[in-house]
């Protein structure tokens, strides 16, 4: 009987992963299908008619949306000479106008629409020439472009002062030559063109540099205004230079605003009339968090500038367009008379249309189809084959899916649920970037440098699991004893490697105590240790946030320079220990950067914990962790036990926060941190841990996989959609995703 | 010695709101603000909030902590409101439908969080707040994403020339949603206070003619009544926070009718039998299961209440005065994190809340929220620093609150645990 409904389930259990097979089967079948047809001559032959039929609509279209526009404009040039424009509202006008456009609009589509080709030879190898010059004259311009934007972002990412290195007083031939030091591809010979326009672009950044700093000088008095200025009445009723004289002596630091009086003067104004009617004026609208996060480098390709070579085939470009465009005037004629400006965003319409990034027949046939090109015979053919790489995409899902739900139970009972599930994701992300051209390679090179950026804060969970605490969230407060011990180096203004070390140590020192503590009071708490390490993390990182304001460095490099005190939100590496770890017989292959001395170093840290682990002291912790009340009837003191993990947990986090600023090039203070605990604990559930249960593979795994699926995402969510929101929802959604699930695998039936 | 021990777990319960009213005190002299100022500013902020503290209540009562998920109640209430400003829906009308809509989704929400909730017992504050992180990547999935492209919405409230709702929306002008409900009847503030004094000491006497209360309680409750009254019958005091004429401080009359209606709504559900289940839920799962109650449907329950308050609540901060922005990405990031210290602040722990602990935890919290600024540039030349320490008392409130309640009950529970192993000597 028993056996019987076993079977039956069996069955049951199996139909829906047969019928996911079958899906994926078929839609693999139909890829393949898309991918031969993409090869016959006849949807080749096709796409090239579409391609000719895409060019002409460009062409039109251009015309079209201007004829459209000007009969706008005309309209509402002609309703301005109306006398009763003013007493029409702003609703009124534009709907008018817009009517008039539609009106001009679908009148000049009826001239243009379906352009009648006489020569239809000569405007197809028109075409084709074009195209060509466009593909090869590409590959030139991608290789010195891409030479370009290395010594541009190079110089970008180590000069942090222009001021010094392309100041007034500085001669042209010394800028070039510590830009040459900076960045030494520039020396070399096929980068000589680009000398002259580097240094026009630092002497630009100087300027830029020079004014930045003077609006925030502007804004940084202002402020002072605002906080040290106890009463405005006194200064009702004051002349300009007598009230300018009386704030110089209120005011320290007022004096380097000479160059603004007048702003100031302008702002000392409005307090002095609030302060008249008895109010005052609200505080200076806080900075924006947002604005300090750290972007990437782009290049700004302004001050590109081609070699001969290039320049050549640009020419040629120029000429195979000449006789497209003589070609295309020959079929729409009213396309000779448009204005050059006119003329320019037709070419760069026809340039979008003839090449494209991908050159595959999918995104060829999408683009054509996005300009209106029709598609003169096997309509199915052409629509199929052009669903030939979504058609594959979507059969690997399907069957990965399949092959998943069949095979669950021994994949889950072997690598947990989380583990299986975001493996898999990442196969599959690995997929989709080589189908969206995503170069796996480069991509794998970042994986490696956020490893080691990460590595050894998600390693600070493992401790503090083994011990018993569970999710230690509080390793922000191990974060805050590394900060500390950075902004310590940066203060005595350390460099290379015994600032590293000096970061280290002290924040280890500092760690230590303030781990015992917290140790303390966790053991308190039993049962409730992450909701508690969460909100005492949460608070000591805003309690620090006061203590980044008041604490006496005055290192002028690390303070607010005017208020003569407080550390500044984001301190920048270079010069002192960034990327040092990560260069550290760092070397190149197939195209990956091997950021060695990082993965040493966070391989000595695993190999370290993994000895404590195996230690006497080590064994009795992860026993006191897994099983408290047998441990404590064989003698172990639990609770010294736990002080010893939690007090490890927060030692190793603060190195960790050292090595992440290193590979990050910044150290960022305030509430940076806050958040620190989340991404840590998510990337160890990731590689297998449970919220009892921690191994140094959980860490490595972990962090590969989260790191992996995120770096791998957010290409892949860019190319899919612009504008970055889905890889920060994404970021949001897995990382909690994993803690929820691990919260209920963990408290289930529990009760504290 | 029993006197004094009343004290001590007095003092142990009330320490956080003891030191609050201190903090607050001492702000408001340093900080050199108008009296008048900041009442009209603490009026506001209680006109605003204490709808969505109230919220908290019943799941606190149920066992299940702090529920920092009524995030989620928000956002179900902010789609709501998004698309009552899509098609255009203004005023009162508005804010009607928009909380209709968000009846069935806050529910369905609740419904969800709930399910979740169950599986995690012991460890849902920490479990609603990292749900509530959760369903913002949701939000952000809908708003930006499916909003606008899957789920057309008018163009005035999209991003032009891609998907994805806009970052600010305008609830003033032709929107007609600001102060819809807080602009339809205004009473003064004196007056209101002279009214509910009244009216509270009539029911003190009530409850004393009906024999509920005892003659000493009936006494203190008239002769405090009286004294709040009288204090503001004295023309400085009524003029120093009242403010002279003309900036005389006013309630919007319908705002506070709804939240005392919230009130109301707490204290007598908690006399249905549904409210005794809650109790026992929350007292003792395991007495609640043996004597026939449905634990985890209770506790949903309960969930899915607080989850549909806090999405009401959340529509009526919206409207309310000073607002007038909706700020789509962000409105809801910090409800959870204030609604929870104010509540805590008020004297109300991770198992037992009052309306009237909640009440007032919104006035200290937020007093101290309007001062700390002020008061920090005062006490170190410096506003930034009171901005931190704001935030630093939201965090540190409820750390505080829960190290004390975790602390609390690990000593009843070793205590228990000695008074078995008594019993077991005295057995054997």
């Known amino acids: ?752 | 010695m029993r006197e004094q021990n009343q004290l001590k777990s007095h003092l142990e319960k009330y320490v956080v709101t003891y030191l609050f009213i201190a903090l607050s005190v001492l702000f408001i002299i340093t900080s050199g603000l108008d009296i008048n100022y900041v009442a009209s500013q603490l009026l506001l902020r209680l006109n605003r909030n204490a709808f969505i503290v109230l919220a908290l209540i019943i799941p606190i009562i149920a066992g299940m902590g702090i529920n920092f998920a009524i995030t989620i109640g928000a956002m179900a209430a902010q789609i709501g409101l998004l698309l009552v400003i899509s098609w255009g829906i203004s005023g009162v009308p508005g804010i009607l439908l928009a909380a209709a809509i968000t009846l069935p989704l806050g529910s369905l929400f609740g419904f969800l969080i709930g399910k979740l909730l169950n599986k995690m017992k012991g460890q849902e504050t920490i479990g609603s707040l990292i749900l509530g992180y959760f369903a913002n990547g949701a939000y952000q999935l809908l708003f930006l994403f499916i909003f606008g492209s899957i789920i057309p919405l008018n163009s005035n409230v999209t991003i032009v020339g891609a998907s994805g709702v806009q970052n600010t929306l305008n609830l003033t002008g032709s929107v007609g949603l600001y102060t819809a409900v807080d602009g339809i009847a205004h009473i003064p503030f004196l007056l209101a206070l002279y009214i509910s004094c009244g009216v509270l000491a009539l029911l003190t006497v009530v409850q004393y003619l009906r024999k509920k209360i005892s003659r000493k309680k009936m006494l203190v409750g008239v002769i405090a009544s009286v004294l709040i009254a009288g204090i503001f019958l004295i023309p400085a005091v009524a003029n120093t926070v009242n403010g002279s004429h003309g900036r005389e401080l006013k309630l919007p009359l319908v705002t506070w009718l709804l939240i005392l209606g919230l009130c109301l709504f707490n204290s007598t559900i908690m006399r249905t039998r549904l409210g005794q289940k809650f109790r026992a839920v929350g007292q003792n799962q395991t007495v609640a299961n043996a004597s026939g109650i449905n634990v985890d449907r209770t506790r949903v329950i309960a969930i899915m209440i607080s989850t549909v308050l806090a999405g009401w609540g959340q529509i009526m901060f919206m409207q309310s005065e000073g607002i007038g922005t909706f700020q789509t990405y962000a409105a809801h990031e910090q409800v959870g994190l204030y609604a929870g210290a104010a509540i805590l602040v008020g004297g109300a722990s991770i198992d037992r809340a009052t309306n009237l602990q909640a009440l007032i935890g919104t006035f200290l919290f937020h007093s101290l929220f309007i001062t700390a600024q002020s008061a920090s540039s005062a006490m170190f030349g410096n506003s930034v620093i009171g901005e931190y320490f704001r935030a630093f008392l939201s965090y540190g409130v409820i750390a505080l609150a829960l190290i004390i309640y975790a602390w609390r009950t690990n000593r009843q529970r070793k205590a228990g645990q000695l008074n078995l192993a008594d019993r077991h000597a005295v057995k054997s």
């Open chain 1, 1 to 752: 009987m028993s056996e019987k409904v076993k079977e039956k389930s069996g069955i049951r259990s199996r139909i829906v992963p047969l019928i996911l097979l079958v899906m994926a089967g078929v839609l693999l079948v139909l890829s393949v299908v898309g991918f031969v047809l993409q090869g016959t001559q006849e949807t080749t032959q096709s796409l090239g008619q579409m391609q000719t039929s895409a060019v002409l609509h460009a062409a039109s279209e251009g015309l079209i949306n201007n004829i459209a526009q000007q009969a706008r404009a005309d309209k509402l040039a002609e309703l301005r000479k109306d006398k009763n424009f003013r007493k029409r509202g702003l609703d009124e006008v534009n709907s008018i106008c817009d009517a008039a456009m539609e009106e001009a609009r679908a009148e000049a589509e009826k001239l243009y629409a379906n352009p009648v080709v006489q020569d239809q030879a000569a405007l197809d190898s028109a075409i084709q020439t074009f195209e060509k010059a466009l593909s090869e004259s590409s590959s030139l311009s991608v290789t010195e472009r891409a030479a370009y934007a290395e010594i541009y972002v190079q110089l970008v990412d180590n000069i942090s002062d222009w001021k010094a290195i392309a100041g007034e007083s500085v001669a042209d031939a010394d800028v070039l030559a510590s830009l040459q030091s900076t960045a030494p591809d520039l020396a070399k010979e096929a980068n000589a063109h680009l000398g002259s326009a580097l240094v026009r672009m630092a002497r630009d950044q100087a300027a830029a540099q020079q004014t930045a700093e003077e609006a925030e000088l502007k804004n940084q008095l202002i402020n002072l205004l605002a906080s040290d200025v106890p009463s405005w009445t006194e200064y009702i009723g004051l002349e300009e230079d007598a009230l300018w004289e009386k704030l110089l002596q209120e005011v320290p630091g007022l004096e380097k605003g000479e160059a603004f009086r007048g702003d100031l003067l302008k702002k000392a104004a409005e307090h002095i009339a609030a302060a008249e009617k008895g109010e005052t004026l609200p505080p200076p609208a806080e900075a924006d968090e947002g604005a300090d996060t750290v972007f990437e480098t782009q290049a700004d390709y302004s001050y590109f500038t081609p070699t001969a070579a290039l320049e050549k085939e640009e020419a040629e470009k120029n000429d195979a367009y000449e006789q497209l465009n003589t070609q295309l005037v020959a079929v729409i004629p009213d396309l000779g008379g448009l204005s050059e400006k006119l003329q320019a965003s037709l070419r760069g319409n026809i340039e979008k249309v003839l090449w494209m990034e991908d050159n595959s027949f999918s995104s060829r046939f999408h683009t054509y189809q996005q300009h209106k090109a029709e598609i003169t015979s096997g309509a199915w053919k052409m629509n199929l084959a052009s669903l030939a790489t979504p058609l594959l995409l979507a059969g690997i899902a399907v069957l990965l899916l399949g092959l998943v739900i069949l095979f669950w139970k021994p994949l889950t009972g072997r690598f947990g649920v989380p583990r299986t599930i975001i493996a898999l994701f990442f196969v599959y992300l690995c997929l989709l970037a080589e189908f969206y051209n995503i170069s796996v390679r480069m991509m794998m090179g970042n994986v490696l440098e956020r490893m080691t950026m990460y590595g050894v804060l998600v390693l600070a969970m493992m401790p503090g699991i083994q011990c018993g605490i569970g999710l230690n969230m509080g390793i922000t407060i191990g974060c805050i004893s590394g900060l500390l011990g950075i902004v310590t180096a940066l203060q005595f203004d350390l460099v290379g490697f015994p600032a590293l070390a000096c970061s280290c140590v002290l924040g280890a020192l500092v760690a230590l105590p303030l781990g015992w503590c917290y140790a303390k009071l966790l053991n308190r708490m039993k049962g409730n240790e992450m909701t508690i390490s969460t909100y005492v993390g949460f608070s000591f990182v805003s309690l620090m946030c006061i203590g980044w304001m008041m604490l006496p460095f005055n290192n002028p490099r690390i303070i607010w320079l005017l208020m003569g005190k407080g550390l500044r939100v984001t301190h920048s590496l270079l010069g002192s220990f960034a990327h040092l770890l990560d260069n550290f017989l760092a070397f190149k292959i197939f195209g990956i950067k091997v950021p060695t001395g990082g993965l040493l170093f966070l391989a000595l840290c695993c190999l370290l914990v993994w000895l404590f682990s195996r230690s006497r002291l080590g064994i009795a912790m992860t026993a006191a962790g897994s099983n408290p009340r047998f441990a404590e009837a064989s003698g172990i003191n639990v609770n010294r036990m736990r002080t010893v993990g939690t007090v490890l947990s927060t030692v190793i986090a603060a190195v960790g926060i050292v090595i992440y600023s290193q590979a990050f090039g910044y150290a960022q203070l305030y509430t940076a941190p806050r958040q620190l605990g989340f991404i840590a604990a998510s990337a160890i559930l990731i590689g297998g841990a449970t919220v009892s249960k921690a191994k140094v593979s959980h860490v490595i795994i972990g962090v590969f996989l989260f790191e992996g699926v995120l770096v791998f995402g957010q290409q892949i969510a860019n190319s899919v959609v612009a504008g970055g929101g889905l890889s920060e929802v994404m970021r949001i959604m897995i990382s909690n995703g994993i803690i929820l699930y691990a919260l209920t695998q963990s408290g289930g039936g529990r009760r504290a």
